[in-house]
């Protein structure tokens, strides 16, 4: 689409430049009335398609989606993964080491296979192809995830009205829209009830689009203007009013968003927050690595002249590996896909507890919330309404007005399909001798003003044997503004202040018992209304009486409660219900203590924000509030700097959703609107569902801590005991070989990395407060630990390395040492290199918690036991099988030197043990 400017035109010019290029030509649906365009593609407007038929179409025309951008390759990928900076230094020192090996060879006339090299090129090699399955991996998880979350639409077939994945609609479908639904392809409307359209990702228009069913009028040569066919609705919109049906007439990249899809750019998942933090580190260690070994070889130069003695060849090329080995021991090769994968791992745990992650970036949040803001109905609630009282001298008249007011059925069964609220009046009537679809029948629908959280009622107009008559529901403070007279015992009479207060009483009385309440009244007409807007309609009403509802909170939301106040989370309830109600269950509940910590939404109105936010944190109860006061709610205490979570469901809870730090949308009763812009979805809609994922977002991130600081205190250990031995050892001895320690860092250092991933959750995980969401990768005494840590490691290391050589080979090798036919030095380099790797191995265990104890937790980790014993099999067979061993430049050990290194590893753990204790008791002391 580059080669047509598209950057300088229209969305609409786009098109027609399109189809004046490839000779397409679209047919003009909307200069057809809906009879000619149901003919048209072949369907009906009460039953749709049949099942058959619409999967045949899916067969011939595919997948309702657009065409998605190119993924890379697996070859740039794995190009992508050998271009790291860390990754590059070990190419290079792998090049210095080949051209050395290769002037040896020449100069002395003796070839000796570069072992070293191949196998730093083998890590390498390895390292990236596991980088890019990882990756793959990881990628499909996500998508996975976001297949479970994918879009679905209302569609009618074999005449049911079902739910289908938006990607498998085909043309013919006859859709149902309603307020917060994402428009999934291009369809002619054929029924609508006040629906608005926002098309602004089509066509620029910020305004919402008022749309009809009637024929437009084009001719021939003169298209109608793409934002004013407003009898057709186009993938990629959003319904903001209103309802409607319509018949898809195009999918995929059929439709006006598939033919400009050439020009819209792809969302990708960044990077989270840890992630970025990983990079720059690894940019870090990459000028760290490069400067500590020009800092090396030029300390064993200076010596080796400063010593008098000759700088030779062979000499240079010892210290160039000792310079390599460095490198390769400061780097942690394994940690960014350690990291990924404990990530990819975590967000798949959550999705089998209804969490379902949208973006990687929420994992992170999660771990740091402190507010959490839940909707009540259906989150803290079972969202199962019940009618069990009402009050109205007309129970007849007040049931069936509910039933008609509302876009809930029940089929000849008894099985009412619908929002829960609006199911509970279609049931009450049904036990009431008075099934919808008789009503229906009787009383058909003419005309509507939807339901409107503003407005918070909805009115219906009917007509029966020429009589029309309107019905309205709603709040009851809100219906009785709107109502000028009262049905009593007696008949119709003008609406009193004593009326007033009276219903009032009833519906406080209703409240009081955790009643959800509404009301409903009705209006007569002489004539059809030919204004069906809610300014026409709802005024002069006649007040006929109140329901009171039921929806049971959940069973486990108590106990969530509780744990969000131990973890130091504090729970706010938001709901449109009457005050008394809210605070019967929040009180109920636990989340508050009085009467006193809640407030309406129209006292909210009466403070400034400036004046909010000084008492935002007096408030846990929010009742009848409009979706802007969500908005000002979440503000106010980001503004207090605290980590926001925010759910919401209705098309308005968007712009609060996208506000919070982590947005949460209900994937049962959530719009497609609020679904898109959450960063997790809650796939029971249950508020113990957003707690088991804040503690499970903690778990993962205490568990990248622990892999974090045992990859770095390992090669921060490796790096000193390389240092040290610099100074410590003659110049151009060197106590470790790069593929030495290559071995150590990926083979004995990963696998346990992972399976510290796989910990479970501590004990007091959900008793600790959030943890500050600016906090650094070494905050809370991480990199006062990776250093003191690293450092035990390398004094175990040099004892092994100095009893190898000096005792032992003494001891067990004397004669061989006598004869010539042993290594001293080689001894203590192979006994230190069973000491390092059993060192971090045995470790790993003392980072199942970074500040308990390892003998007080409870349960064991199998990953990492089987990750101790793989690494510890792996590594015997390079220090045990003397080909093996010579090929990683050691000896093979006995027995007793097995063990003696070995035992030596073990030391680290009771080490450890000794410095948590008095970290613990300082902790107590300071009252932390």
């Known amino acids: 689409m580059r080669s047509l400017g598209c950057a300088f035109f229209t969305g609409h010019q786009i098109i027609r430049l399109f189809e004046e290029r490839y000779g397409l030509k679209s047919m003009k649906f909307y200069a057809m009335d809906k009879e000619s365009v149901i003919n048209q593609v072949s369907s009906s407007a009460e039953n749709g398609l049949t099942s058959a038929e619409a999967e045949k179409r899916l067969d011939e025309n595919g997948k309702n989606k657009l065409v998605e951008g190119k993924k890379e390759s697996l ?20 090049a210095i080491a080949a ?13 000796e296979f570069p072992f070293d090299v191949v196998i730093i090129l083998a890590v390498v090699l390895i390292n990236a192809v596991l980088g890019v399955l990882q990756e793959s991996k990881a990628e499909k998880a996500i998508e996975a995830l976001q297949e479970m979350s994918a879009a679905t639409s209302k569609v009618i077939r074999d005449g049911r009205l079902i739910s289908v994945h938006s990607e498998d609609l085909v043309v013919g479908d006859i859709i149902v829209l309603e307020a917060g639904d994402a428009v999934p392809a291009d369809a002619r409307i054929i029924e609508c009830a006040s629906m608005k359209i926002e098309e602004a990702a089509l066509t620029g228009e910020s305004v919402p689009v008022e749309k009809r069913e009637g024929t437009l009028s084009a001719d021939e040569n003169n298209d109608v203007p793409l934002g004013d066919r407003k009898n057709m609705v186009f993938m990629g919109s959003t319904v903001v009013y209103g309802r409607g049906k319509a018949v898809v007439v195009g999918t995929g990249m059929e439709t006006e968003m598939g033919k400009i899809a050439d020009a819209l750019s792809q969302a990708q998942e960044g990077k989270t927050p840890l992630q970025i933090k990983l990079a720059g580190l690894s940019k870090i260690l990459t000028y760290l690595v490069i400067g500590i070994c020009i800092l090396v070889l030029g300390v064993n130069v200076a010596r080796t002249l400063i010593s008098g003695n000759p700088l030779d060849f062979s000499l240079a090329m010892s210290f160039f590996m000792t310079a390599i080995s460095l490198a390769v021991a400061a780097i942690p090769e394994g940690l960014a896909t350690v990291v990924t994968i404990v990530l990819s791992i975590g967000v798949t745990n959550m999705s089998k507890r209804n969490a379902i992650i949208r973006k990687l970036t929420a994992v992170e949040t999660l771990g740091c919330t402190q507010i959490i ?15 069990v009282d009402f009050n109205s001298p007309n129970k007849e008249l007040l049931a069936k007005g509910m039933a008609l007011c509302s876009d809930a059925e029940v089929d000849t069964d008894g099985v009412v399909v619908g929002e829960p609220t609006e199911a509970a009046l279609v049931q009450f009537a049904y036990v009431n001798g008075m099934p ?44 009785l503004k709107k109502c000028k007279y009262i049905l009593t015992e007696s008949g119709v009479r003008p609406l009193t202040d004593d009326d007033i207060t009276d219903v009032l009483s009833v519906n406080k009385a209703f409240a009081d018992r955790a009643l959800r309440v509404l009301a409903g009244a009705y209006r007569d007409y002489s ?74 939404g129209a006292e909210l109105d009466r403070i400034s924000d400036e004046d909010f936010e000084t008492v935002v944190e007096k408030y846990s ?119 030495q320690l290559l071995w150590i860092n990926l083979i004995t250092d990963c696998f346990p990395a992972l399976a510290l991933g796989m910990e479970k959750p501590e004990a007091d995980i959900m008793k600790r407060k959030p943890r500050d969401s600016k906090e650094g990768i070494f905050a809370g005494g991480l990199g006062a630990a990776v250093f003191y840590q690293g450092a035990l490691v390398t004094v175990i290391t040099l004892i092994s390395y100095f009893i190898g050589r000096e005792l032992v080979a003494d001891l067990f090798h004397h004669e061989a040492l006598l004869a010539g036919r042993y290594d001293a030095a080689t001894l203590g380099t192979t006994m230190a290199f069973l000491t390092l790797a059993m060192c971090e191995v045995f470790h790993s265990f003392n980072m199942r918690s970074l500040r308990g104890s390892i003998f007080t937790i409870k349960g064991q980790n199998k990953w990492l036991w089987g990750a101790g014993l793989l690494s510890l099999a792996l590594t015997s067979l390079v220090v045990l099988v003397p080909p093996i061993a010579k090929v990683f430049g050691m000896v093979a050990l006995g027995g007793w030197e097995f063990l003696i290194a070995l035992g030596l590893g073990f030391c680290i753990i009771p080490l450890v043990e000794t410095v948590k204790f008095f970290h613990r008791l300082i902790d107590r002391k300071l009252g932390k």
């Open 373 to 387: 803001c839940s909707d009540k109905t259906g989150t803290l609630t079972q969202n199962k309404m019940t009618v």
């Open 527 to 600: 004539d059809t209304p030919t204004d069906f807007s809610p300014e026409a309609l709802e005024n002069d009403l006649v007040f006929v009486g109140v329901v009171g509802m039921i929806d049971p909170v959940r069973p486990e939301v108590k106990d969530a409660i509780n744990e969000c106040r131990s973890a130091g989370i504090r729970p706010i309830m938001i709901t449109g219900d009457h005050k008394d109600t809210a605070v019967a269950i929040a009180m109920e509940l636990g989340i508050i203590d009085n009467a006193s910590e809640a407030i309406t």
């Open 99 to 111: 051209g050395l090996e290769i002037y040896t060879g020449v100069s002395e006339g003796h070839w």
């Open 436 to 479: 919808k679809y008789d009503l229906k029948a009787k009383s058909p629908r003419i005309g509507e003003a939807p339901f409107d959280s503003m407005r918070k009622m909805m009115s219906t107009v009917h007509v029966t044997d020429g009589t029309v008559r309107q019905f309205t529901k709603g709040a009851p403070d809100e219906i």
């Open 621 to 739: 109860v929010y009742a009848r509030v409009q979706p802007e006061h969500k908005t000002r709610i979440v503000n106010a205490w980001r503004k207090k700097g605290k980590v926001t979570a925010m759910t919401g469901d209705g098309v308005n809870d968007a712009p609060s959703i996208k506000n919070a730090d982590i947005g949460v949308g209900m994937g049962i009763t959530g719009t497609d609107v609020t679904k898109n812009v959450a960063d997790m979805i809650l796939a029971d809609d249950n508020f113990a569902t957003i707690v088991s994922a804040a503690s499970e977002g903690r778990r993962i991130y205490d568990n990248i801590r622990k892999a974090i600081q045992f990859l770095l205190a390992s090669n921060l250990s490796e790096v000193l005991t390389i240092l040290a031995a610099t100074f410590l050892l003659p110049a151009g001895v060197a106590i470790f070989q790069p593929v």
């Open 75 to 94: 070859l740039v990928r794995f190009l992508k993964q050998l271009a790291e900076p860390m990754t590059i230094i070990l190419l290079v020192a792998a």
